[in-house]
């Protein structure tokens, strides 16, 4: 797919603008290209129990996915430094769930760029084996649905 990268970036440092991170200092934007061109932007979001705070790759992910979103191009994500911004363990995580191949643009303060692949960021992701493994063809279409019952 073909795109404008300046796009996606400007895209990522607007959504930069809007975080909110009193703690850390640190303001990250990302924005997220789908397959169908749509773009989906994200900021990350701290909060006192920092537990509870959340990155803009994974803020961009979730508005896509909610959306109906579920086929990816591309992910830029940039911060206020001079070193590239990498995105955090939990969220190559929750990425390589939906898009191992996604194209990561890990930018700096000054749109400069180092790209990289989910799967690149992330060589052995987590991935359930088995029954376990969710039919993502399934999940489109509405929940997956449980045939053994839950043992509580």
């Given at each position: 797919m073909q795109f404008p990268v300046e796009k996606l970036i400007n895209t990522a440092r607007a959504a930069r603008e809007k975080a909110y991170a009193p703690y850390s200092g640190?303001?990250?934007?990302?924005?997220?290209?789908t397959q169908a061109g749509r773009l989906y932007s994200g900021c990350n979001i701290e909060n006192a129990s920092y537990g509870l705070s959340i990155c803009?790759?994974?803020?961009?992910?979730?508005?896509?996915?909610?959306?109906?979103e579920r086929e990816f191009a591309a992910l830029a994500?940039?911060?206020?430094?001079?070193?590239?911004?990498?995105?955090?363990g939990a969220c190559r995580q929750v990425l390589a769930e939906f898009a191992p191949d996604l194209?990561?643009?890990?930018?700096n303060d000054r749109g400069d760029y180092r790209v990289q692949t989910v799967a690149g960021l992330l060589?052995?992701?987590?991935?359930?084996?088995?029954?376990e493994t969710v039919d993502r063809e399934a999940?489109?279409?509405g929940p997956v649905r449980v045939t053994e019952p839950v043992e509580r």
């Amino acid at each position: 797919m073909q795109f404008p990268v300046e796009k996606l970036i400007n895209t990522a440092r607007a959504a930069r603008e809007k975080a909110y991170a009193p703690y850390s200092g640190f303001s990250v934007g990302a924005a997220l290209l789908t397959q169908a061109g749509r773009l989906y932007s994200g900021c990350n979001i701290e909060n006192a129990s920092y537990g509870l705070s959340i990155c803009a790759e994974r803020v961009a992910l979730f508005k896509a996915v909610s959306n109906g979103e579920r086929e990816f191009a591309a992910l830029a994500v940039i911060w206020d430094d001079r070193e590239y911004c990498a995105p955090c363990g939990a969220c190559r995580q929750v990425l390589a769930e939906f898009a191992p191949d996604l194209a990561v643009y890990m930018c700096n303060d000054r749109g400069d760029y180092r790209v990289q692949t989910v799967a690149g960021l992330l060589p052995e992701a987590f991935q359930l084996k088995g029954e376990e493994t969710v039919d993502r063809e399934a999940s489109r279409s509405g929940p997956v649905r449980v045939t053994e019952p839950v043992e509580r």
